[in-house]
């Protein structure tokens, strides 16, 4: 029987010592308290972005999970997912700041290259450039 129970055990991860322990704190008690602690020390120009970031995108993604359970592949899943209000997805530089954002509060990085950020989908905006004809026409249409 005693037997049975460390099987068991071992099956739900309780005695496995790589397994971190959960904390009790999850991420929005730990983000709200952290913002108001912190939110002083950024420059004004930054403060309504960072809170914005937090109640819009960090903390709907990660409240309920206790901040030991957020983890460089829990994050890659959810960058994937990430959409901005008007359903687009973001830029790859936007979701760099929201990770960012995310590993200052929880107060640990993640390792490099272990985060991957989508390539940017948006199209970048077409330089014009005029053809000869285009050049003749404007030329001849000058008067000296």
């Known amino acids: ?7 068991l055990g071992a099956e739900a991860g309780v005695q496995d010592p790589k397994k971190p322990i959960p904390g009790e704190v999850n991420f929005e008690s730990h983000a709200i ?10 420059k004004k120009s930054f403060r309504k972005s960072l809170v914005m970031f ?4 960090l903390i709907p993604a990660f409240g ?6 957020i983890t460089g592949p829990v994050v890659n899943k959810w960058v994937g ?13 936007t ?14 990085p ?3 290259r272990e985060i991957r950020y989508p ?8 330089i014009y450039c005029p053809t000869d004809e285009d050049v003749r026409d404007i030329v001849s249409c000058v008067k000296l």
């Open 64 to 69: 309920a999970m206790p901040i030991e359970e």
């Open 95 to 108: 979701l760099k700041h929201l990770v960012k954002t995310l590993q200052i509060i929880i107060g640990k």
């Open 81 to 93: 997912s990430v959409r901005l209000q008007n359903g687009a997805a973001p830029s790859r530089q």
């Open 33 to 42: 308290t952290w913002l108001e602690q912190n939110l002083p020390r950024y």
């Open 54 to 57: 937090v109640h819009r995108y």
């Open 1 to 7: 029987m005693k037997n049975r129970k460390g099987q």
């Open 110 to 112: 993640f390792a490099a």
């Open 119 to 126: 390539a940017d989908a948006r199209p970048k905006r077409r």
